[in-house]
Nanobody, 124 residues
């Protein structure tokens, strides 16, 4: 089970930090990802982090603004969002997939376990 939190209303240029706590899966052996879905649009990848946290992947639209990280001891993955834009408005989902060694995944179809989503609204 994945429980996302931290969504809310933020002004353009502002920051928000999302958290996703995992239970019932081997967190330290899972690649974790953040995805988002805006109204009328398909779900898209935002960021992913390897089992150890040593490798991260980002969508071009968020590079340099968003940072994904994880705390394996707390079974939690984070998404720090800075310099937010209107187009960042969406429901954000965290997801997990068990992986071997240094394998990485980033596409929504690669992930097996999904959280319920948290709404992020960027508006002035």
């Amino acid at each position: 089970q994945l429980q996302a939190s931290g969504g809310g209303l933020v002004q353009p240029g502002g920051s928000l930090r999302l958290s996703c706590e995992a239970s019932g899966l081997t967190f330290s052996r899972s690649v974790m990802g953040w995805f988002r879905q805006a109204p009328g649009k398909e779900r898209e990848s935002v960021a992913a982090v390897s089992r150890s946290g040593g490798t991260t992947l980002y969508a071009d639209s968020v590079k340099g603004r968003f940072t994904i990280s994880r705390d394996n001891a707390k079974k939690t993955v984070f998404l720090q969002m800075n310099s937010m834009k209107l187009e960042d408005t969406a429901v954000y989902f965290c997801a997990a997939r068990h992986a071997i060694s240094s394998a990485m995944y980033s596409r929504p179809g690669d992930f097996v376990y999904w959280g319920q989503g948290t709404l992020v609204t960027v508006s002035s």
